[in-house]
């Protein structure tokens, strides 16, 4: 058995090691996770941007904190050009496209096929000027 | 005197009617497609025998469908009635003689429980309702009434509802103001009555639904026993200034007397007129006021400081105590060296 003063450098080195591996830290630049969770408190996402890996399921898990109705908007600015002037009422049946009721927790499933950067948008009236945009970082 | 009182309110009525759209005081509107823009709002709060007399005018713009608001009040109120006829107006003609383009409002317009409901008042064409709850309680209750509140509102609501769970809607149904028979520019005043230690006036909640750099435009009257202390103080370049702060006339305080519900109004008392002028963003507070005379309106009540930190407990008193303490223990400490410092050495 090796004295204690020469295990701390290497368990020093093995947690250093594990934690700059795990996919937390990971998630810091590239976050490879299948399972992102966004919030909304204050009519603003939380976070604001996030990076997830092409091809791979991705589902959000998506909860509304704000006594208002909100909705998760995600795709090119085509898609968001379109939701700022349409008057359908309701989108869930896209993946990309939630309604969000007051207080509550959706969660959708999608799987990005081009690497990219798509925002996601609240197209509610006022809300995107107020703010409640963010950006999906799509990554190989 | 009443004779020519009623023909000035008539001309400062029709300067009203000729800037219309539908006006409320200190409440942030709200409606069913969430765009909304409030324009100028007038609100008279007196205070007298430990009650805040709170009186604003919801005014009518035509068109149909219904709009609402939401006040935040300091206290449950006691009562809820039918304002005076002219209490606003002729306010507005002791402290602006000449009125123009005086009100005008426009607006294009985990699953929470909702609020209790404290009180149900229907006046004229305004259902009032006084609730109380926290944000998601009050948002919920709109939402369930069919408007749409706008994305600040979270937020604001969280701001009132952490001091003051007490709320005031008033849906106004702008069909059933027709079949009535109201034409454009009738206001539809109402006097809230809250027992409260002090009076205040939500003024935040006049920016919900706007941009940063649109303009709050609003008059706050205040009828008080005593010069009142504001914070903030209205500088000029916070968004508000002083326009009026004098002893209030006899013939003023007796035309208000001869108002309906109004024959609380004192033998005297101080107006003040407050204009709230400025960018929305400017209005992150509101307006605590003392009217006791010790000169300490509450922090929490303006809105700048949350409750419980204490700032409210210290009063100047007990500032000025503490800063001559402070003093007398480095006067001592002074002296105590004066009196042990050796002599130099010859």
Known sequence: ??????????????????????????????????????????????????????????????????????????GDEEIHAVHRTSTEPIHDARPTEVMLPAMTTRTSTVTFQQPGRLRFICHLPGHEAYGMIGVVNIVP | MRRRLMAALGAAVTAAILTVGPTLACGGLIGPNGAVNLLRTTT??????????????????????????????????????????????????????????????????????????????????????????????????????????????????????????????????????????????????????????????????????????????????????????????????????????????PALLADLRSDRGMEWVPESGWLTKVAVDGEAQQLSYDLAIDASGQGTPSWVAAGLDVPGSGIDRVTPAQLLLIALLGLSAVALLHLRRRVWEPPAAA
Request: aromatic share 8%; proline share 9%; with cysteine.
């Open chain 1, 1 to 74: 058995m090796k004295p204690a003063h020469f295990r701390g450098p290497r368990r020093l080195l093995a947690v250093v090691l594990a934690v700059g591996l795990s996919p937390s830290v990971l998630g810091c630049a590239v976050q490879a996770a299948q399972t992102v969770e966004i919030d909304i408190r204050y009519s603003r996402f939380s976070p604001e941007e996030v990076t997830v890996p092409i091809g791979v399921p991705v589902t959000f898990v998506l909860r509304n904190d704000d006594p208002i109705d909100h909705e998760w908007i995600v």
């Open chain 2, 44 to 249: 008279f709060a007196g205070y007298h025998a430990g009650v805040e007399h709170y009186v604003t005018a919801f005014q009518f713009a035509g068109g149909g469908g219904a709009f609402g608001s939401i006040t935040p009040l300091p206290g449950v109120p006691s009562d809820v009635e039918k304002g005076g006829d002219w209490t606003l107006q002729r306010l507005i003609l002791e402290t602006d003689p000449i009125v123009e383009d005086s009100l005008a409002l426009s607006f294009a317009a985990r699953p929470a429980g909702e609020a209790e409901v404290l009180l149900e008042v229907r006046i004229d064409a305004l259902d009032v309702t006084v609730l109380k709850g926290g944000a998601a309680e009050v948002g919920r209750w709109a939402t369930n009434h069919g408007f749409r509140l706008p994305p600040d509102a979270p937020e604001v609501l969280d701001f009132y509802a952490r001091r003051s769970p007490i709320f005031l809607a008033a849906v106004f149904d702008a069909d059933a103001a027709a079949e009535r028979g109201q034409a454009i520019g009738d206001g539809t005043p109402v006097h809230i009555t809250i027992p409260t230690t002090n009076p205040w006036v939500p003024l935040r909640i006049l920016a919900l639904g706007k941009t940063g750099q649109e303009r709050v435009d609003a008059s706050v009257y205040l009828l008080t026993g005593r010069e009142p202390a504001l914070l903030p103080a209205p500088s000029g370049s916070n968004g508000m200034r002083l326009d009026h702060s004098a002893p209030a006339s």
